[in-house]
């Protein structure tokens, strides 16, 4: 039998039984879930340097709501991002926990410590935004072969965040919360115009959400996502339809990495209101 294991459990739940999850969130789960290790293979006739994604996948036993894409910081699929996954299911939302260096570290999952920071940046200065879309569509083509409905949502973190926000543009993405995406008004993985620059190719909801006191997303950098949306928001406005969200969330007083308990900077008050936000953002969404 598949186990569940969360950081500051300390022991493992057996699948579909509702453990209390300590992800820098209180509350427990509201539904039971199913989580597992799945792998999904390379796209036949595609590159051949496809790597095999080895994933974190959990489902709620009922209540299905939608799926969700999760995206994780530099130090990999460890538990507290699979605890992520494993809440997000116990809200409703089947949720699939990606490897983002499956490249260049197969397998990676790395601690809250000065190595394992070093090792996460390493791999991800491989990154580069092509190789990143063609793995995060295999996800989400995984995803829709699921029978879970054709629209997915993904949320990402630090690093994971960046590249939340150019997962935005697939298709197939109708909503996406981006947790301190940091440098995205300056830099692309793999180079080429900023990551913001993206923003009009995104055709679903755009939630952004960083630490007040982040020192990975300084005021300039706040600012200039900020401008951004705003800018992009006129554009849309004679659009038909409903419009779309585009909405840069600053919590008080807290710094980067503050939805981690795991974490030095956790705060919970803001780790509560970020997942209370994304939470909703999806709802409507999904």
């Given at each position: 039998m598949a186990t569940l294991r969360s950081i500051g459990l300390g022991d493992n739940c057996p699948v579909g039984i509702r453990p209390r999850f300590?992800?820098?969130?209180?509350?427990?789960?509201?539904?039971?879930?199913?989580?597992?290790?799945?792998?999904?293979?390379?796209?036949?006739?595609?590159?051949?340097?496809?790597?095999?994604?080895?994933?974190?996948?959990?489902?709620?036993?009922?209540?299905?709501r939608g799926a969700?894409?999760?995206?994780?910081?530099?130090?990999?699929?460890?538990?507290?991002?699979?605890?992520?996954?494993?809440?997000?299911?116990?809200?409703?939302?089947?949720?699939?926990?990606?490897?983002?260096?499956?490249?260049?570290?197969?397998?990676?999952?790395?601690?809250?410590?000065?190595?394992?920071?070093?090792?996460?940046?390493?791999?991800?200065?491989a990154v580069t935004a092509e190789t990143f879309l063609a793995d995060a569509q295999r996800a989400i083509t995984w995803l829709q072969g699921q029978q879970l409905g054709q629209e997915i949502g993904c949320v990402g973190f630090c690093f994971g965040g960046h590249l939340a926000l150019l997962a935005a543009t697939l298709?197939?993405?109708?909503?996406?919360?981006a947790f301190y995406g940091a440098r995205v008004s300056s830099f692309r993985p793999g180079g080429g115009e900023p990551t913001l620059a993206v923003l009009p190719q995104i055709q679903g909801h755009l939630l952004c959400v960083c630490g007040e006191q982040d020192p990975l997303m300084p005021l300039e950098e706040q600012q200039a996502i900020a401008a951004a949306l705003s800018a992009d928001r006129l554009a849309r406005?004679?659009?038909p339809g409903a419009p779309l969200e585009r909405r840069l969330l600053v919590a008080p007083g807290a710094g980067h990495g503050f939805l981690c308990d795991a974490r030095s900077d956790y705060n919970a008050e803001a780790a509560a209101l970020g997942w209370h936000e994304m939470l909703a953002l999806f709802e409507k969404s999904l």
């Open positions: 300590h992800n820098g969130l209180t509350c427990p789960a509201r539904l039971a879930i199913r989580s597992q290790w799945i792998e999904i293979p390379p796209a036949p006739g595609k590159d051949s340097e496809q790597p095999l994604l080895r994933c974190w996948w959990s489902v709620p036993e009922q209540g299905l969700v894409l999760v995206f994780p910081e530099v130090f990999g699929l460890n538990g507290w991002v699979r605890s992520v996954a494993d809440r997000l299911a116990g809200e409703g939302y089947a949720a699939l926990a990606m490897p983002i260096f499956e490249r260049t570290a197969p397998g990676l999952h790395m601690g809250y410590d000065p190595a394992g920071l070093a090792a996460g940046r390493e791999h991800r200065d298709p197939a993405v109708r909503a996406t919360c406005q004679d659009q």
